[in-house]
Nanobody
Framework: QVQLVESGGGTVQPGESLRLACTAS????????MGWYRQAPGKQRELVAR???????NYADSVRGRFTFSRDNAKNTGYLQMDTLKLEDTAVYYC???????????????????WGQGTQVTISS
């Protein structure tokens, strides 16, 4: 069974930085894509940053130039470096990944989407 565990959330002041981490664990064959979404109170969940199969990363316009997504494939971990944080960045941040697993003893490979439990990021003056 695959789990995505986020860490690094917290409360900071505007202009400060935070770094989120998302580690995937379980019987993982490969991680196709990984990224971050967020959901603010009363709003829909939205894309923040997501790596795509070409190796590039898509960013939301609201965070481009301030947030940086990176992956450590050896550790099955993705990071979101968030700089120059703004009040409107306050949200619950969710890790998302498309992961291939292998079933035993059938030896069937499955590709499906997984979500983490979310980590709160609060920007407050």
């Amino acid at each position: 069974q695959v789990q995505l565990v986020e860490s690094g959330g917290g409360t900071v002041q505007p202009g400060e930085s935070l770094r989120l981490a998302c580690t995937a664990s379980g019987d993982i064959v490969s991680i196709k894509t990984m990224g971050w979404y967020r959901q603010a109170p009363g709003k829909q969940r939205e894309l923040v940053a997501r790596s795509i199969t070409s190796g590039a990363t898509n960013y939301a316009d609201s965070v481009r130039g301030r947030f940086t997504f990176s992956r450590d494939n050896a550790k099955n971990t993705g990071y979101l470096q968030m700089d120059t944080l703004k009040l409107e960045d306050t949200a619950v941040y969710y890790c998302n990944a498309d992961i291939t697993t292998r079933e035993y003893p059938t030896d069937v490979y499955n590709l499906r989407e997984y979500w983490g439990q979310g980590t709160q990021v609060t920007i407050s003056s």
